[in-house]
């Protein structure tokens, strides 16, 4: 083991462990960062597409997206990366009553924590999204404050902010175990030696569980395959994230928006679940998701698919990511079960993380971390995911 001793050590160069070393780091922290690939943001990371909202259902979720919100909208300026943030907004679309009822029940909760999200009837959303597919139509929710940024070009801005303030990075490292006295972490071991701190966080992603393993300890997150697809760019033609609930055979609910590069990202959650760390991309998923798309959207029918690809989320038994201190073992803090919204929660548990390490959370950060305990019972479910 080196003697140096790291203020941290992040399992992960993920969408979470990257916002957390750049928020370290920021802090005066000196953090070391270990991927087992060659360079950040090569899990889940690059698969996602990019939204952004802090509509969700839970106190806790909204916290931390509003806190990444601010972080995604202002890096351009505040750091100069492009980063493709754009504010384009989002909308949950209702064709039939199930889903209106559904959507306005959410919104009483919503409004109760001041968000801005508004239910437009059928021909109010058709002014804001025109391209809808107006028969059939009843409405939706529009969240105008929501919106996307690209989570390859964000993980390269936290990963090169990080390392300039200090932070330090070793990709192509496997960690392998923790290394403990009296109950409580010393160090880290991986297929290339070791490390010393104090604190570990296990921010790895599909691969939580097994890296929790390693240290003795059990964290419900299982990992399940989603696919994803890029159309060409082409001049803007609509603004939100747009989300259809409806299930159909062999999946659940599908999303898409039109980045700020003018293409369209799209991906859809099958159903039943395909769970394994599987990242080969598959010939059902087109079929699957083009008409659904085209339904929607007739004018999409047009539009050329460049490319499609598969990535993991890694969820948990009630759809809530998994954050805070393990009481098993001193030290080690759980970062993980980030299911399908890792992206958008990353700045936020990023920051708060940074917090905990330097013993400064707030409140709110521990009704959020209540929230998102590894000991709450897991018996409820997130309405949104
Ligand atoms: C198709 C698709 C679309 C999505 N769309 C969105 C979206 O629009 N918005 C959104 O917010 N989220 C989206 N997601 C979800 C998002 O991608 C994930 O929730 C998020 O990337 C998880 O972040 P993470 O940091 O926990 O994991 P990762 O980003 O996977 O990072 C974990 C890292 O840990 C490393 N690691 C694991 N084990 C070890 C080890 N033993 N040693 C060293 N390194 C290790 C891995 O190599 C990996 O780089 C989408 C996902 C998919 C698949």
Known sequence: MTTKVYDAVIIGAGSVGLPTA?????????????DQFAS?????NKAAIGGIRATHSARSKIHLCLRSLEVFSSWGEAYG???????????????????ERALKELLNTQHGFGLDIRWLDGDELL???????PDGLIGGTYSPRDGSASPLLSAHAFYARAKERGARFHFGERVTGVICRRGKIVGIRT???GYATETVINAAGPWARQVAEMAGLSVSVTPDSHEAGITEPVQRF?????????PY??????????QSTGAVVFCITPEPPI??????ETSDFLPMIAPRMVGLMPKLANIRVRRTWRGLYPMTPDGFPIVGRSRELEGYVLAVGMCGQGFMLGPGVGSLLSRMVRDDLTSADEETLRELSPYREFGGEEKLK
């Open 22 to 34: 750049f928020f370290m780091a920021e802090a005066g922290l000196e953090p070391l960062v270990i």
């Open 127 to 133: 002014e804001v999204i025109p391209a809808l597919n």
């Open 275 to 280: 769970v394994g760390t599987d990242r080969r």
């Open 238 to 246: 609509v603004e939100p994230m747009i989300v259809d609930l409806r």
């Open 40 to 44: 950040p943001g090569q899990g889940s």
């Open 81 to 99: 990366d492009e980063i493709e943030w754009y504010r384009g907004g989002y909308s949950f679309v209702a064709y039939r009553e199930r889903e």
């Open 191 to 193: 297929d290339r030696g």
């Open 249 to 258: 055979q062999g999946s659940k609910n599908y999303y898409f928006y039109q």
